[in-house]
């Protein structure tokens, strides 16, 4: 008992080493770009159950829809509208397909992904520990932004290359006819189609900043999915009051259907200009809003 009391004094007694600092006031060997990798946060929500849900679900989208096709009675007379043309080719069934989901679908996804991304950690109580390793706060937020847009623009492609290769197994491939009777050829066709997905991918940009801002402000993933969810119904709705007249120029989403522009003859940009233009400022500010949070923001969880 007393060797290990002198042994105790002893440690006790030696003076620690003093720690060796860099320049910059890091520890020696301490890398702000390697405490959390991309790939590292990828493999990690590509393990997640939400992750494998949501693209079974744009996969399994497209068969439910020509089930419906296939077993619903249509209406041969309406087809002033691609809902009513969405048989004629697969190019027509990807152009509904996509459509139907931009609405709801695609909004919800986006959501779900950039809402989670870091209110997921908090409410694990994993945020701290992730901030304690030292991971720099701007760098924590650009990883897991990257990785839920990363993810959210696969299950976007995902959704259109599901959609083409079963609208050709169930309808054939052929031109792409547009409501006002114009027959676009396959290059054509694909070619617009890839619009109208860069398209709707810059529209929910400012889905997925919106959410992402509520995801660094609350600790709750259902919080910050629901709230963004209920911002775009709420705009939605605000969008259909005549009333407000110009003003719903602002409101987020009001373009979202301008894409229809590039199935007219001449094509119509101007619609998509204005509507890129209000998705990348809504989205900035958003993506500001997110950033200025939680660099201030007192992590407890």
């Not at 790939?39 to 997640?48: A, D, N």
Request: charged fraction near 15%; hydrophobic fraction near 55%.
């Amino acid at each position: 008992m007393t060797s290990e009391n002198a042994m105790t004094d002893q440690i006790a007694a030696t003076p620690l080493a003093p720690t060796t600092l860099s320049t910059d006031g890091a520890v020696p060997g301490y890398r702000a770009r390697a405490t959390l990798r991309i790939r590292t946060e990828l493999r990690r929500q590509l393990r997640r159950r939400r992750t494998g849900l949501v693209f079974g679900l744009v996969v399994a989208l497209p068969l439910v829809l020509v089930a419906a096709f296939r077993f619903g009675t249509q209406d041969t007379g309406g087809t002033a509208s691609f809902g009513g043309l969405a048989t004629f080719s697969a190019a027509n069934f990807t152009v509904f397909t996509l459509s139907a989901s931009a609405t709801f679908l695609l909004v919800m996804i986006v959501a779900l992904q950039c809402g989670d991304a870091v209110a997921s950690e908090a409410s694990w109580g994993t945020l701290r520990y992730l901030l304690a390793v030292p991971v720099p706060r701007a760098r924590l937020l650009g990883v897991k932004l990257a990785v839920s847009l990363l993810t959210s623009t696969v299950a976007l492609v995902l959704l259109t290359a599901t959609a083409l290769a079963v609208g050709w197994a169930a309808f054939g491939w052929g031109a792409l006819r547009t409501p006002r009777g114009d027959d676009l050829g396959t290059s054509e066709a694909l070619l617009r189609i890839g619009g109208m997905v860069g398209y709707l991918a810059g529209t929910l940009l400012l889905i997925a900043a919106l959410a992402f801002w509520l995801s660094v402000s609350t600790d709750t993933p259902l919080a910050a999915v629901g709230g963004c969810v209920v911002v775009v119904i709420v705009a939605n709705i605000l969008n259909q009051v005549d009333a407000l007249g110009s003003l719903r120029s602002v409101l987020p989403m009001h373009y979202a259907d301008a894409w229809r522009g590039l199935f007219t003859e001449p094509v119509q940009l101007e619609g998509m200009a204005k509507g890129g233009v209000s998705a990348l400022v809504y989205a900035a500010v958003f993506f500001a809003c997110a950033w200025w949070t939680f660099l201030r923001k007192d992590v407890l969880s």
